[in-house]
């Protein structure tokens, strides 16, 4: 059976990552998200184990020191960490899973999984990640100006990224993600079954 691959989504804070993977996920049944454990306080509309599992300090670094993540940061003062089994799970099952994580994450799946496919979402200006930032309302000016700084230091990352896209109009942002799980699909080296038989076929004596 085909194994997932592993997709690894970064952007700054306000950039509409959140809403690009939501557009692919309801495009393509063969991806899923996987649930990130944070110590951040949950905002209005969040529901513990959905968008992620709330932990405090103590049971994040207890967590850490288990070995349950398969990459960890802190962001802004927060804890957030990708777990490792259940993102280990739905590889075997065939999945592609999307991990939509801060850079500092990103760089240690490149580090550890190589083959991770690496998307970095940017906005079409600096002006305009302020001015979404501002506007989504859930995050007071202070949090804003410490996202701000973060989203400076993760464009200096983002050249080592596979691929960059610009979220100007969501739709062609969702196009463009697909467009990707597509192109990584069809890579000769990831059909090396196919590859295999058609070899195969190549060196019977009787063709
Ligand atoms: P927020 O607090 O706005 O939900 O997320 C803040 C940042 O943390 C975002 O850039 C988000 O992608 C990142 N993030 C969420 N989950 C994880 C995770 O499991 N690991 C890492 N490294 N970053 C994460």
């Given at each position: 059976m085909r194994k997932g691959r592993l997709i690894v989504i970064s952007g700054p804070s306000g950039v509409g990552k959140g809403t690009v993977v939501k557009g692919v996920l309801a495009r393509d049944p063969k991806t899923w998200l996987s649930v990130s454990a944070t110590t951040r306080a949950m905002r209005p509309g969040e529901t513990d184990g959905v968008q992620y599992r709330f932990v405090s300090k103590e049971q994040f670094e207890r967590m850490i020191d288990e070995g349950k993540f398969l990459e960890h940061a802190c962001y802004v003062g927060n804890y957030y960490g990708s777990p490792l089994e259940p993102i280990e799970q739905r590889l075997a099952d065939g999945f592609d899973v999307l991990l939509e994580i801060d850079v500092q994450g990103g760089l240690q799946i490149l580090e550890r999984r190589p083959d991770a496919v690496s998307v970095f979402i940017a906005a079409p200006s600096f002006e305009v990640l302020a001015a979404r930032l501002r506007g989504r309302?859930?995050?007071?000016e202070a949090a804003v100006a410490g996202r701000l700084e973060a989203a400076k230091r993760e464009y200096r990352i983002?050249?080592?990224?596979r691929y960059l896209i610009v979220n100007d109009r969501l739709e062609d942002a969702v196009n463009d993600v697909c467009a990707i799980l597509r192109a990584e699909e069809l890579r000769t080296n990831n059909q090396t079954e196919l590859l295999k038989e058609a070899n195969n076929h190549a060196l019977s004596p009787d063709e």
């Open positions: 309302g859930d995050t007071a983002a050249p080592q990224y």
